[in-house]
C-alpha cells in the first residue's frame, strides 16, 4: 500500500499572517477574519479537502525589534490584529464533523490549571477534535505585556514549559477515572468522588492541587503538536509531541530533520512513528509551470518589504533596521526562533543576503514554495513524502482561503488518485485521522502516562477533607 500522507491548513486570525502584504491582493480576505463568515468557511474548504485540522498560529504580542517599535507591524498588518485563536472553533466546530483544529497557546505565559479546563471544554463540543501547538514564545513584547520585565532565556521556557505538560498531563490523564462520571440519580449522585482525584502538584514553577475542573473528554489529552528547531526544542518535541512541524528550504535539510527527529523520539522510549512530522509548504499553482511562475512574481509585488523586515526580525530576534539590505545574514544564536534564522544561515546551496530573505519570508514566512502544475506540485509531496520520510504537510497561504481552496479542488483529487490520500475520513476524533482508527487516546509509551504512579494521584477526593 502506499504511504499515506496527512494535510493540516495553516492559518492565524490575523489579515494576512504568513505572507506579508497579502492582504492587499484581489483574491484575499483575510481582513474579514474579525468574522465568523471567514472561519465557518474555511473550515467548511479544509474539511471537503479531508484535511486533518486547521493549524492556528498565534502570538501574544507585537513584532517590535525591528526599528526597536511596532510602527512597521501596524502599518503593514504583521500578526497585527492578532486575535484570539481560540474562539472561533466552537464555531467551525458546528458546521463540521471530522476537521480537528489546533490553536497555538504558549506554556511560557498560560496557567496549566486554567488551560486544562479550555481544552477540556473544547474536546468536549467538538466530540475529540482538539490538538494544542505547545509554545515557548520568543517575542520580548509579550513577555513585558505579560508582566515580566524581559523574555525568559530559552532554557528556562522550555524548562517551564516541561512543567507545565506534567501538571496538563496530570489534571487531563489522571485525575478522573474513565468511570468517575455515573448519573446515578436514584442515589443523587452525579460523579462518584472516589473517583476524581487531586493532583497535588508541587514543582519550581507551578503548585496545582486540583482535581481538574472537567470530566474525561473524548481524546483526554488534546493531540499535541510542536515545532521544536533548536536542540532543546528538539528534545522538547521527541519527549511531548505527538506531531512537528517544519520549515525547510529542501528536500535534504527535510531528511536531515526527519531522522533527528526520529532518533530522539526512540531515545525517549516512544516508537520512531510516534511523532508525525509536517513540513510546511507554499503551493502556488498555475494551469502551466510558466503560469505558476508568473503567478508567484505577482505574488510577490504584493509583499511589503519593510513588513517583512519586521516580521523576519521578530522572528529571529534580530534588528534588521541596522543591516545593509545586500549584507550577508550572519550565524548567530538567538533567545528568538533559531529555526527561522537556521534558513538563511545554515544553508548549504545558497548564502543569503537580506535582501533576498526578505523577498523570501515575505510569502510563507519563509517555507519552501512548490510552484506548478497541480500535477508537478502533487509529484514535489509524493517525492518529500517517500524521499524526505515526511508524514504530511502544512498548507501555508498566499491570499486567503482561496490558496486552500485552489489546492483541494486541484492538489488533493490528484493525491487521492494515487492513492497516497485518503478520499473519507477514516476516524470520529483528531487522534484517530491521523494515527488509526481506534487510537483515541495517548499511547502507553508517552510521558504523559508514564506518570500514573506519581504519589499525590493516589489520594482521593476524601482525603482532602
Do not use: C
Not at 482525584?197 to 481524546?219: D, T
Not at 510516534?274 to 505558476?292: K, N, Q, R, W
Request: proline share 5%; net charge negative.
Amino acid at each position: 500500500m502506499a504511504k499515506q500522507i496527512h494535510l493540516n491548513g495553516f492559518i492565524q486570525n490575523s489579515p494576512s499572517p504568513h505572507s506579508t502584504g497579502l492582504w492587499k491582493h484581489e483574491k484575499d480576505e483575510g481582513t474579514n477574519h474579525n468574522r465568523l463568515s471567514y472561519w465557518i468557511e474555511t473550515a467548511k474548504i479544509l474539511e471537503r479537502g479531508k484535511f486533518d485540522a486547521m493549524f492556528i498560529a498565534d502570538v501574544l504580542g507585537t513584532y517590535s525589534v525591528y526599528g526597536d517599535s511596532h510602527e512597521a507591524a501596524v502599518k503593514h498588518a504583521v500578526q497585527l490584529p492578532a486575535h484570539d485563536p481560540l474562539i472561533p472553533i466552537s464555531a467551525m466546530a458546528a458546521v463540521t464533523e471530522n476537521l480537528g483544529f489546533a490553536p497555538t497557546i504558549s506554556a511560557t505565559y498560560a496557567q496549566p490549571y486554567a488551560l486544562a479546563r479550555q481544552l477540556s471544554t473544547l474536546d468536549h463540543l467538538t466530540e475529540g477534535r482538539i490538538g494544542w501547538n505547545v509554545v515557548t514564545s520568543y517575542l520580548e513584547s509579550e513577555a513585558v505585556n505579560l508582566g515580566l520585565s524581559t523574555r525568559l532565556p530559552k532554557e528556562l521556557r522550555y524548562d517551564r514549559a516541561d512543567e507545565f505538560l506534567e501538571v496538563v498531563y496530570k489534571l487531563w490523564e489522571h485525575s478522573w477515572k474513565d468511570d468517575a462520571v455515573i448519573f446515578d440519580r436514584e442515589n443523587d449522585t452525579f460523579a462518584d468522588p472516589a473517583k476524581v482525584y487531586l493532583i497535588n502538584h508541587e514543582g519550581e514553577f507551578f503548585n496545582v492541587p486540583g482535581p481538574h475542573l472537567v470530566e474525561p473528554s473524548p481524546q483526554r489529552t488534546p493531540v499535541l503538536f510542536q515545532a521544536g528547531a533548536s536542540p532543546k526544542g528538539r528534545d522538547f518535541a521527541a519527549k511531548h509531541a505527538e506531531a512537528v512541524f517544519t520549515k525547510n528550504h529542501s528536500l535534504e535539510a527535510l531528511k536531515a530533520y526527519v531522522a533527528d527527529i526520529r532518533e530522539r523520539t526512540v531515545k525517549q522510549g516512544r516508537d520512531a512513528g510516534d511523532v508525525l512530522v509536517f513540513p510546511m509548504i507554499l503551493p502556488i499553482i498555475g494551469s502551466t509551470e510558466e503560469e505558476a511562475y508568473e503567478k508567484y512574481e505577482d505574488l510577490t509585488k504584493h509583499v511589503s518589504y519593510e513588513g517583512t523586515a519586521s516580521l523576519l526580525s521578530g522572528h529571529t530576534g534580530i534588528d534588521f533596521s541596522k543591516y545593509d539590505p545586500d549584507q550577508y545574514i550572519e550565524d548567530v544564536e538567538t533567545e528568538a526562533v533559531q529555526g527561522n534564522l537556521d534558513m538563511y544561515t545554515k544553508d548549504p546551496n545558497k548564502k543569503w543576503t537580506l535582501r533576498e530573505a526578505i523577498k523570501n519570508h515575505g510569502l510563507g514566512n519563509g517555507t519552501v514554495k512548490f510552484i506548478g502544475t497541480a500535477e508537478q506540485i502533487a509529484d514535489r509531496i509524493e517525492e518529500w513524502a517517500v524521499e524526505g520520510d515526511a508524514d504530511g504537510f502544512n498548507i501555508a497561504q498566499t491570499y486567503s482561503p482561496d490558496t486552500f481552496r485552489e489546492f483541494v479542488d486541484l492538489v488533493v483529487p490528484i493525491l487521492q488518485e494515487r492513492g497516497i490520500y485518503r478520499t473519507e475520513y477514516t476516524g470520529k476524533t483528531l487522534r484517530e485521522n491521523m494515527f488509526g482508527k481506534g487510537r483515541a487516546h495517548l499511547p502507553d509509551n508517552h510521558a504523559a502516562k508514564k506518570l500514573g504512579s506519581f504519589q499525590s494521584s493516589l489520594r482521593g477526593y476524601k482525603s482532602s477533607r
